[in-house]
């Protein structure tokens, strides 16, 4: 794998400790500034917001610019949210500070998947894809503990300012090692915007929103789920999260690997694996080790799903690939946020703290129909890229195999 890949990771990694870091911190923020905890909230949804919006944004405003330009201009951007965040004298200006650093993310991904996959062999690209995420999963097992743990010993704001240090380091190996890439000839935003036509793409996105959303359903409110289900204690919570986080980096690692091979048939038993798995959860929550290895299986079949669906949107969107792998990154958040929604509905409705994992289930269930169903449509031969205009040829082309 090129040392690229590395620099892209070193990103990768900045940017996942960032998003989710403030959850382990927002006691310490709040008493900073004098509000409540659910008020300190709105430094999550704030971030998550962004992503989702940034991405296309973003995505568009690069659309002139070479990916490695952009690449090192959004890792510039996630500095400066950081370095804000650090220094922020009051919490709105801490939240301005979320909301800049989030409008890098889903970009640097979207953008970085396309390079990661250009600089290698056409049979590698999804591990390229994957080495890539991995900074993201590694961020989970070592830059959130490490991050909250140094938050809560000197203060949060040297987290952030530790975060922006990461960001400099991946900015500086953006700069170093990731070759200069310009985009093909001939390609325009509305190029970029009409893979959106391709019923496959739009498939793809589908899955994301479902199959991680089923995993997030759980996670959530794996907290209260732990500690009032499982009898865990709360300083409990911390290093089931570092299981979650370790099974996220399994998971993508063997995800990227498969994908290259099979991908659907990667799909296939990883969302199905998964939905099982959920559902398994409302019972084995009730004890300890059962419920700490199902936890970390949640976190392994949920990231081998990235991969194979970041890649299947690249495949489809072939010759114009940018906005809507950017895209495809947004709805991962958008999953997020609505399994999240619904977890707290089902909880809300006095159903119990594991019954969001019948929710995740349901999610993840659906996201493997959706697989058979493009799965399907692909072996019918439904159209597929409808790419108008000036475009090269190669963009015109039907399903890419």
Avoid at 40 to 60: E, I, K, N
Avoid at 318 to 343: E, K, R, Y
Wanted: charged share 10%; no cysteine; glycine share 12%.
């Amino acid at each position: 794998m090129p040392l690229a890949l590395l620099a892209l990771a070193i990103g990768a990694f900045g940017i996942g400790t960032t998003e989710f870091v403030i959850m382990g911190l927002l006691p310490e923020v709040a008493a900073d500034y004098g509000v409540s905890i659910p008020t300190a909230g709105y430094l999550v949804t704030g971030y998550a917001l962004g992503v989702m919006f940034g991405a296309p944004l973003m995505t568009v405003l690069g659309t002139k610019v070479s990916r490695k330009r952009m690449l090192m201009l959004l890792m510039g951007l996630f500095i400066v949210g950081n370095l804000l965040s650090a220094f922020a004298p009051a919490f709105a200006v801490m939240l301005i500070g979320r909301i800049v650093a989030s409008l890098a993310h889903g970009a640097f991904f979207g953008i970085g998947s396309v390079v990661a996959a250009d600089l290698v062999a056409p049979d590698k690209k999804a591990g390229a894809i994957a080495m890539m995420f991995t900074g993201l999963t590694v961020a989970n097992v070592v830059g959130v503990p490490l991050g909250t743990l140094v938050g809560q010993s000197v203060g949060w704001r040297v987290t952030f300012g530790i975060v922006a240090a990461l960001g400099v380091v991946g900015l500086l190996g953006i700069a170093r090692l990731v070759p200069d890439m310009p985009k093909p000839e001939g390609v325009r935003l509305r190029h970029e915007l009409a893979a959106f036509k391709n019923v496959q793409v739009l498939l793809a996105m589908a899955m994301t929103v479902l199959g991680f959303g089923g995993v997030f359903a759980a996670i959530t409110y794996i907290a209260p789920m732990m500690t009032h289900v499982a009898g865990f204690a709360d300083g409990s919570v911390t290093w089931l999260l570092v299981l979650f986080g370790l099974g996220m980096v399994g998971g993508n690692l063997v995800g990227g690997k498969f994908a290259d091979r099979a991908l659907m048939p990667m799909l296939y038993v990883s969302l199905g694996a998964l939905a099982v798995v959920l559902a398994l959860f409302t019972l084995t929550a009730h004890d300890k080790l059962l419920s700490a290895v199902t936890i970390a299986l949640i976190g392994a079949l949920g990231f081998a799903t990235v991969p194979p669906l970041q890649k299947r949107v690249l495949d489809q969107a072939h010759g114009a690939p940018t906005l809507a792998s950017a895209v495809n990154i947004g709805a991962f958040n958008l999953g997020n946020a609505l399994s999240a929604w619904l977890g707290g509905l089902v909880i809300a409705a006095g159903l119990g703290y594991t019954a969001p994992n019948w929710v995740g289930a349901a999610l993840a269930a659906g996201a493997l129909l959706l697989a058979f169903l493009s799965a399907a449509l692909e072996r019918r031969g439904a159209p597929s890229t409808v790419v108008t205009g000036s475009a090269p040829a190669e963009q015109r082309t039907a399903v890419h195999h």
